[in-house]
């Protein structure tokens, strides 16, 4: 469960990272099937908070939202670099974990969840918290459903998620 004042100030942080014109950035880095970085990262976010809040026990909703909306906070396009390729699913955490710390001074807490997210990749990097299992699931989840949707009304179809992650709640 979760009080009206709790939602109030999850929106506002949640609003200040989606216009942060640093996280704008991440629009230009681009991900599985025509989406990208900016909007892959709002839309775990949002199912990650819904999935928490549906738990009975409490989780730290607050870090839940950071890590999620920073887990791939990497901001280079591995796509375009051969060397990058072979090594990115394991590396970007580390780096998504360091950005988020030089540009939004993240917790310690906040940044071992960006980098156990890969997990089981990582092996060595499992998930300690339910909060990194909850960022980690709602990653596949999302990745999943990106990977299953067609390029071919990437557009439309992008233009429709920028509204639909326009609020946490709605
Ligand atoms: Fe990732
Ligand atoms: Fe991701």
């Known amino acids: 469960m979760i009080t009206n ?7 506002n ?23 990208n970085s900016y909007i892959h990262s709002f839309k775990v976010c949002k199912l990650a908070i819904r999935r928490a809040i549906r738990k009975r026990k409490k989780v730290d909703l607050e870090a839940i939202l950071i890590a999620s909306i920073l887990h791939d906070y990497y901001l280079y396009d591995w796509r375009l670099d051969h060397s990058l390729k072979k090594k990115h699913g394991r590396r970007h955490p580390f780096i998504a974990a360091k ?47 990106e990977a299953l949707t067609s390029r071919k009304y990437k557009n439309k179809r992008n233009e429709k998620t920028l509204k639909f992650i326009e609020n946490l709640f709605n």
């Open 5 to 11: 004042e709790e939602k109030i100030e999850l929106e």
């Open 13 to 35: 942080l949640y609003q200040k990272y989606l216009h942060d014109p640093k996280i704008l950035k991440m629009k230009e880095i681009g991900m599985h099937r025509g989406s």
């Open 99 to 145: 950005n988020a710390k030089r540009d939004f001074n993240i917790s310690d807490f906040v940044s071992d969840i960006i980098e156990s997210h890969m997990w089981p990749l990582n092996f060595k990097h499992f998930q300690k918290t339910k909060e990194a299992r909850i960022v980690g699931n709602a990653d596949n989840s999302i990745a999943l459903r």
